[in-house]
């Protein structure tokens, strides 16, 4: 699923794949329109998506999926081809690949006793306390995100021995599950209010939805305690650094790290301003340094890695 800003690149990296025997389908989420936090009115007066008024509208978060894909025509599509199950993960999370022990767990269930969703959880560590939870609460599975939680509560939700766990966004839903709901217009997910300042200083309101938040729909809902490496996002290129090094293989479509690293906890890597952009981070590697027994790593300032610069017995940790 993509939302308007990423539809053309995704479609250009798709294309070296035209020749190789997977079917990868592309379906665009909605476009809101983004609202004057004053006035409560839309920004946009114009449906273009050219020009100035791009700006005017915005992609309504993950939870936006269920109705999207519902909407493309490839939900049906897949129904009929008898699939029963989606795994759903975040495109940034390398992590996430099909795990055939929790699909097994799926379809061997009684029919009448069927789980519609699963959510995959891991530990909690100190870079996820923002992370949203799971919570039971009228007898249902709910997910709990920090922006639900009152100001007072914030440093309670946060806390690693309160919450042990945290939402990895896999989630392993049903298919004919989805489509009943979509169709009774039982999806009821909690409306998250996201405001912005856009470029021009005007504040608007965005309201988005989460695609967990669904968990509460859904008949026999389950949270799954996943090991941590089916949570590996890539967001910055401080990330890119680790999945680009010898810490990680590449085996068949999953990134694993390697079995001579004494801990299977990653390395803290805080690479500066200077490295924020694609292009400029892979300008100042001239090659990716050696990780294996990297703790942490902070780099700041206008600085450039040359080659074989990180040598045997100063390997632990530089600044």
């Not at 990423?6 to 909605?30: A, G």
């Not at 996820?128 to 914030?154: M, N, S, W």
């Not at 100042?284 to 890695?305: K, N, Y």
């Amino acid at each position: 699923m993509n939302s308007f800003n990423t539809d053309e690149d995704t479609k250009k990296i798709l294309q070296k794949y035209t020749h190789h025997r997977v079917k990868i389908h592309t379906f665009n989420q909605s476009r809101y329109p983004r609202i004057n936090k004053e006035s409560l009115l839309p920004v946009s007066t114009s449906l273009s998506m050219t020009g100035q008024s791009a700006e005017g509208w915005y992609p309504p978060g993950h939870g936006d999926i269920y109705a999207s894909f519902y909407n493309s025509g490839l939900m049906d599509q897949l129904i009929a081809q008898g699939k029963e199950y989606i795994f759903v993960s975040n495109i940034d999370n390398l992590g996430a690949t099909v795990d055939l022990h929790i699909l097994h767990h799926l379809v061997s269930q009684p029919n009448g006793k069927r789980c519609e969703f699963i959510m995959e959880v891991t530990d909690k560590t100190r870079a996820d306390v923002k992370g949203g939870t799971l919570i039971q609460y009228e007898g249902k599975l709910r997910l709990l995100e920090i922006a639900q939680v009152p100001k007072a509560h914030v440093d309670e939700f946060k806390s690693v021995s309160k919450f042990k766990i945290f939402n990895t966004n896999n989630l392993w839903i049903s298919l004919p599950a989805i489509k009943r709901l979509q169709e009774q217009k039982a999806m009821d997910l909690e409306i998250i209010v996201n405001p912005k300042t856009l470029d021009g200083g005007q504040n608007v309101v965005q309201l988005e939805t989460a695609v967990g938040a669904a968990i509460k729909c859904f008949d026999n809902a389950l949270g799954i305690n996943v090991p941590r490496s089916r949570f590996l996002p890539v967001k910055t290129t401080s990330d890119l650094l680790l999945v680009m090094s010898n810490l990680y293989s590449l085996d068949a479509g999953s990134l694993t790290m390697s079995p001579r690293r004494e801990f299977p906890t990653t390395p803290h890597v805080k690479l500066g301003s200077s490295f924020t952009n694609v292009q400029e981070y892979v300008n100042r590697f001239e090659s990716i340094p050696d990780m294996l027994e990297l703790d942490h790593l902070t780099v700041s300032g206008d600085v450039t890695l040359g080659k074989k610069r990180f040598t045997e017995g100063h390997r632990h940790h530089h600044r």
